[in-house]
């Protein structure tokens, strides 16, 4: 059945009681399950019930992205969770093949996405497809890199400014344009959860990004104990002001750079950023986590500090011919 606010305790309970597949973190959505799906889009929540049980449960988030350089709807499969005393039976064909029919006899829905982690031990499961539901086909790979506030980056004599929103909107639409299955969401763009930094020299804007912290809407808490060689970092964030890493099942304080993009040389552009956050924000976070493609991963492999891990993300159903992945935003997933 379709779900709505009545059913907020029962999520976050099916929400403690299952993983998206993060062997470091889980993520805790209270007190507010809703909350985080307000960023991702207008969703609508479905739940899979045993009696009066919610056993499994999948959200469709609408959005705006740039497919094929124009702007248009897109629906995104998230938040599926099956609670794992019902791992092994029909719950989970059950559930998605209901979502499918749904949407098939509504009719307006052509195809869906959606962003499984790497390391989910069920990934395979989502994407083989079967005789009721269809095989997800790869739309590209995102790698989420987490660089620490405790060290000092180099800055390359470029100028951060923090802008207003609608201001920030005009220059990220018009680098945003060129690239494949960028958000073009002005609603989600312009949530209350950032603030918006622009580089720019005499005459030009190079590049846009937000400064992203999403904690009213779900907070990372580690799973388990971090290597000693972490807890060593402690010592570090005393010495510069950045929050400690924390203890097993404590908040982690991170932030996000996010919707990034550049008129061109994006990489020179983002470790501006990162020194301009550290700087400036290092109060507030111990890490700040963004996205990146296969190609641009080589250049944080080196540091034993740099938390890194993967996702993968998948169309289903009728995709547009020339379909790809040119924009690797973690925000949103």
Known sequence: ???????????????????????????????NFFKLSEEFGKTRHFGLFKGSALIGCVAVSQQKRVIEGACKHVYYLNDLRIHPDFHRTFAYYRLTQQLVSLYQNEGAVKWMYSTVLDTNSNKASMIKGNGLLPSGIELGRTFHIGVPMFFKYRNNHLDVFEIEGEEAWQIYKSFATSKDFALYDKKIFLKDNGVFLVIRDQKDDLAICKLVN??????????RRLPFLFKIVNLICRAVGCPPLPDKREEFQHGYLAFFTAREAPKRYRQKYISYIQKTYKHRFTYLFFGVSSEEVEQYRCNPFYIKH???TFAYGDIPANLSMDFHEITLI
């Open 1 to 31: 059945m379709e779900l709505d606010e009545s059913h907020g305790l029962q999520l976050l309970q099916l929400s403690n009681e299952s993983s998206t597949g993060s062997n470091l973190f889980y993520v805790d959505r209270s007190p």
């Open 310 to 312: 993967s996702s993968t």
């Open 214 to 223: 999403q904690s009213d809407a779900r907070k990372l808490r580690l799973s």
